[in-house]
């Protein structure tokens, strides 16, 4: 699937010699698929494991292995492709990376095309470590690895794990969409629009509890609330999500996992004390039981029905909204409108009760958007009195048009 942050970019991918060079080839493929310009350098030892034709294949691009080769089989001559790759690219991604290479890049060696690119390049470094047993935690490594931190190049731990040797310990490759993760991280933080901007998102339906094993809650799958967590972070943002689901959280958010309403605002008005915006895209449910039992409601054999008394729960904008008027935090706050008639007049009157800067409606009687979906249609209104008609696209695309909308008005 396309990635708006990937297309056209320039990703120059150093695989080095370890077995993990087998998951590069698959995130060499996914990096493509999103719309990448993958370039393939190996060194001799990646050879070892994998063969050039490999990610030439999924790539469709040359792959750059002999610093003296002159034939340029349809890429840059290779003689000069150090300095050619390193010129346009928009990152240098040395993954796996092996002891041996991470001693050579700290130390400045020239003497292979990944050693000599890496000099050559002035675009960020990205360096993913993969080694076996003990040697991720040895001294040297983690010497040459400071130095390379301190010379500003994104390091990313390993994770821990089996090893292929059978030993267990840390110094395994994360998998494709960490690493896609990190990479869109480290794109983002170049020249994103909301860079150095911190943003706070809410996601999923809250969950009202009952008694100890049962809670009240709605069909909210929290899918919107995570694209604009991925879509922020994608704009360079520091980005703080408050949700009720477990959806795989988009690299570099801080996740807060709440469950009711209260505790959804508790940590809203807390983070919102120092952020530039927030979009309340969380179904937050108006009521809750009364009462929570301390143990779990048994049935009894003459009883028919249960009844719950509820009680209205706080409106966490509205709250937002009294503490802004102190505050002046955060400058933009952005809310969703979950409507099922009068779509535009509803819309327009919770946007000025709740003083937001945008309000994001969605018809939820439409079976192809909105909850559960991978879709959405919505009419974004701001306080100026527009509109903005967005017809059905993937929320990742609705919110990325939320965002850019952020960002304009920061
Ligand atoms: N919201 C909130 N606190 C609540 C209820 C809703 O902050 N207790 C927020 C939602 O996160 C959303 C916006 O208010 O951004 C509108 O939510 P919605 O449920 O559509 O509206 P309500 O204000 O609850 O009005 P109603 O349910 O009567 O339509």
Redesign the pocket.
């Known amino acids: 699937m396309a990635i708006t942050l990937l297309t056209h970019k320039r990703i120059v991918l150093a695989v080095t010699g370890s077995i993990a060079v087998y998951k590069a080839v698959d995130l060499a493929s996914k990096l493509t698929q999103a719309g990448a310009l993958v370039d393939v350098i190996m060194t001799d030892a990646a050879q070892q494991f994998v063969t050039p034709l490999t990610f030439q294949s999924v790539t469709g691009r040359p792959v750059y292995t002999d610093l003296w080769q002159t034939d340029n089989s349809g890429g840059l001559p290779t003689h000069i492709a150090h300095v050619g790759l390193g010129e346009g690219a928009d990152l240098l991604a040395v993954i796996p990376a092996t002891a041996n290479t991470i001693a050579k890049l700290a130390f400045g060696f020239a003497d292979d095309v990944l050693s000599v690119t890496a000099l050559a390049a002035r675009c960020p470094l990205l360096i993913v470590p993969a080694m076996d047993g003990g040697m991720y935690s040895h001294q040297a490594v983690q010497a040459n690895l400071g130095t390379l931190a301190m010379r500003g190049a994104y390091i990313i731990e390993p994770e821990e794990g089996r090893f292929a040797s059978g030993l267990v310990g840390k110094g395994r490759l994360p998998e494709t969409p960490t690493l896609i993760g990190h990479i869109r991280r480290c794109l983002a933080q170049q020249h994103g629009s909301l860079l150095n901007r911190h943003v706070v998102i ?1 996601a999923g339906g809250t969950r009202e509890a009952i008694d100890p094993v049962r809670f009240v809650s709605n069909h909210s799958s929290g899918k919107q609330g995570y694209a604009l967590a991925q879509a922020a972070i994608d704009a360079g943002a520091i980005v703080t999500l408050i949700s009720t689901v477990n959806l795989p959280t988009p690299i570099g958010t801080t996740l807060i996992p709440v469950n009711s ?1 209260q505790e959804m605002q508790a940590a809203v008005l807390e983070t919102c004390q120092h952020a530039d915006a927030l979009i ?1 895209a ?3 449910a ?1 009521f809750r039981p009364a009462t929570v039992a301390d143990q779990k409601i048994k049935k009894k054999e003459d009883t028919e029905g249960l009844t719950v008394e509820m009680t209205r ?5 509205l709250s937002v909204k009294q503490r802004r008027e102190e505050l002046h935090l955060p400058r933009v706050v952005v ?5 099922s008639e009068h779509l535009l007049d ?1 819309a327009q009157s ?1 946007l000025q009760r ?1 003083a937001l800067d945008l309000l994001v409606a969605n018809d939820i009687t439409a079976t192809d958007a909105g909850f559960g979906s991978d879709d959405n249609r919505v009419v974004i209104l701001d306080k100026d009195g527009g509109t903005q008609r967005l017809e059905l696209q993937s929320k990742e695309r609705v919110s990325e048009i939320i965002i850019e909308r952020v960002a304009t008005l920061l």
């Open positions: 809410t309403a309340m969380a179904a937050v108006d729960n706080p409106d966490i904008l809310g969703f409108a979950a409507e509803n919770k709740k």
